[in-house]
């Protein structure tokens, strides 16, 4: 079965600073990976996905992730952080063979953005 | 268009108590999920349901129950709630795109 493990349940940048938010994941089939991000007293809002094609995606706001089957990793980045940018973020991974199948989370980070 | 609307947005129950939650896409959508959300756990599967007429149990199934009433509508019953299933309860649809969620329902079992 797949799992997906996030670093660091807690990371802080200062504004305009590097956000890098790790994800490894575990999956015996070519995955789909999924980065949302969830803003307080809010729903789950897709940032990116990786479906095998490109191995650098681009996602909304600015953010980024790249593939990297040989350390199962699967990390977003965004070069200049944004108050805006203050929420839980979460990477999935799918259960089964398309993105149309169950979700299996990460616990989940949450980032604080340092004026 | 809504999108994934959840009703209703916040319940409080006691022990022994039962409800459904409610969940509805317009997005034409097949399939649909619920998940529970607990502090530190991420969001955790309990019923999902890949198209009309079928549903499957998730991660977490006990103690709850599904109905796929329609192409639109898939709600979610606690028959006999209990303080454990206090949580927040998410929705969702997905096409290829991926998964789109409602705003969840905070639940609270006293």
């Known amino acids: 079965a797949q799992s997906v493990t996030q670093l660091g349940s807690h990371v802080s940048v200062s504004e305009g600073a590097l956000v890098l938010l790790r994800c490894n994941y575990s999956?015996?089939?070519?995955?789909?990976l999924f980065w949302y991000v969830q803003y307080p007293n809010q729903g789950l809002q897709l940032l990116l996905k990786?479906?095998?094609?490109?191995?650098l995606v681009k996602g909304i706001n600015g953010f980024e992730a790249e593939f990297k089957k040989s350390e199962t990793s699967f990390h977003l980045t965004k070069p200049s952080a944004h108050m805006s940018d203050a929420a839980e973020y979460f990477c999935a991974v799918s259960d089964g063979n398309s993105g149309n199948t169950p979700l299996v989370f990460g616990k989940g980070t949450r980032l604080s953005v340092i004026a | 268009n809504a999108g994934v609307t959840q009703t209703p947005k916040f319940q409080v129950l006691k022990t022994g108590q039962s409800m459904t939650l409610q969940c509805a896409q317009d997005?034409?959508?097949?399939?649909m999920y619920w998940y529970r959300q607990d502090p530190g756990m991420g969001l955790r599967l309990i019923y999902y349901s890949a198209s009309e007429g079928t549903t499957d149990k998730g991660e977490v199934p006990n103690g709850y129950n599904v109905s796929r009433l329609n192409k639109r509508e898939f709600s979610l019953r606690l028959e006999s709630a209990a303080p454990s299933q206090t949580s927040v309860y998410f929705c969702?649809?997905?096409?290829?795109?991926?998964?789109?969620f409602g705003p969840g329902t905070r639940l609270t079992v006293l």
């Open positions: 999956s015996s089939v070519p995955p789909y």
């Open positions: 990786y479906t095998s094609a490109a191995t």
């Open positions: 969702a649809s997905s096409d290829r795109v991926g998964q789109f």
């Open positions: 997005m034409n959508h097949n399939s």
